[in-house]
């Protein structure tokens, strides 16, 4: 069989990776202990994210014609590539994240909701909450004038009804 066709079954797997995900993000490994690197993919894998570690020739085919083409320039040295179909700030939240505690991890590039980022845009990136988060600060502030007019509506109404009962 040629090299080729034994590839072949690893650029569709990416490809399956990158179809219809939200986010991805590259990062250099080097450096990680196993006990660093198995706390990360745990990890990335309860915030469903897959992580996984290929040949940079192969991300470089799966990703031809996408948006994730995009990363091809940083597609040097041992990659690491981190995929969300859900959450598309997720891989670059948690990657920045662990890489507080293990410098080594370093964030190369990431293509977030079709816009690439280089590594001083993916850390912004990461500090974008999910989109549970965000939606939750959007009803608590919805939600506060709403209450406060039903507190103050509330001590008129008990004011008014200590009033009648005297008269």
Do not use: C
Not at 37 to 52: I, P
């Amino acid at each position: 069989m040629a090299k080729v066709e034994l590839k072949q079954p690893i650029v569709d797997e990416i490809k399956a990776m990158l179809d219809g995900a939200a986010g991805a993000v590259l990062v250099d490994y080097r450096g990680l202990t196993v006990e660093q690197d198995t706390q990360l993919r745990k990890q990335l894998r309860e915030a469903g994210v897959a992580y996984k570690v290929y040949k940079n020739t192969l991300i470089r085919r799966a990703a031809e014609g996408t948006d994730f083409a995009a990363l091809d320039p940083h597609l040097e040295g041992p990659t690491a590539l981190a995929v969300s179909k859900e959450d598309a700030t997720a891989p670059a939240r948690i990657l920045a994240e662990f890489a507080k505690t293990a410098p080594n991890l370093e964030l190369k590039a990431s293509v977030v909701e079709g816009t690439y980022y280089d590594q001083a845009g993916t850390q912004v990136i990461a500090t974008i909450p999910s989109r549970e988060v965000l939606l939750g600060r959007l009803l608590g502030s919805m939600q506060s004038p709403i209450a406060n007019l039903a507190r103050v509506l509330n001590q008129i109404a008990e004011k008014n009804g200590g009033n009648a009962a005297e008269a």
